[in-house]
């Protein structure tokens, strides 16, 4: 059901957003969470590697049969964000789209990130937040359940190329 629900937040939005952040994607590349893949499509054909970590093992395995439909080549890592099974300095982009809401812990997460990138790598991230509006927000909270919603996370997009 996760793609059918998402599906028009993608034709309005997401996928606009998903495409701009994920196209600056380069060298060797790594995921967060990568879900049922929907930034597939929007990496640029020439990375040196793509490595795709999903904890779960649902979403792993739909990320495979996309994996396969799209012929890509890339690495699908049964990891955690808050534990990269990764050398030190050794990738070049960290990919993050609407995953650290769903993160035990976010502060491991990108303690991480900082370990794995090497200097001058680059974290593209795409993140939600509370609505400021207090009639939005009290449906953010009944919708995510008791306790999760008072919960904030940072908003950004990765920063310009040059």
């Known amino acids: 059901m996760y793609d059918p629900l998402l599906w028009l937040g993608e034709k309005v939005t997401l996928g606009a957003l998903r495409q701009d952040l994920?196209?600056?994607?380069?060298?060797?590349?790594?995921?967060l969470g990568s879900g049922t893949g929907l930034n597939l499509r929007y990496y640029p054909g020439d990375l040196d590697e793509l490595i795709l970590t999903e904890p779960g093992?649902?979403?792993r395995a739909r990320l495979g049969q996309r994996l396969r439909r799209t012929r890509r080549r890339a690495r699908v890592l049964d990891a955690s964000a808050e534990h990269l099974p990764l050398a030190d300095d050794?990738?070049?982009?960290?990919v993050s789209t609407l995953v650290l809401c769903t993160v035990e812990a976010p502060d491991?997460?990108?303690r991480e990130v900082g370990r794995v990138l090497r200097p001058g790598g680059r974290l593209l991230f795409l993140e939600h937040v509370r609505s400021r509006s207090p009639r939005f927000a009290a449906w953010?909270?009944?919708?995510s359940g008791p306790g999760v919603g008072s919960?904030?996370?940072?908003t950004a997009i990765g920063p310009p190329t040059s």
């Open 140 to 143: 953010q909270d009944r919708l």
């Open 90 to 94: 050794t990738v070049d982009t960290v």
């Open 57 to 59: 093992a649902a979403m």
């Open 151 to 154: 919960r904030k996370a940072a």
């Open 22 to 31: 994920v196209g600056r994607a380069e060298g060797r590349t790594v995921e």
């Open 108 to 110: 491991l997460a990108l």
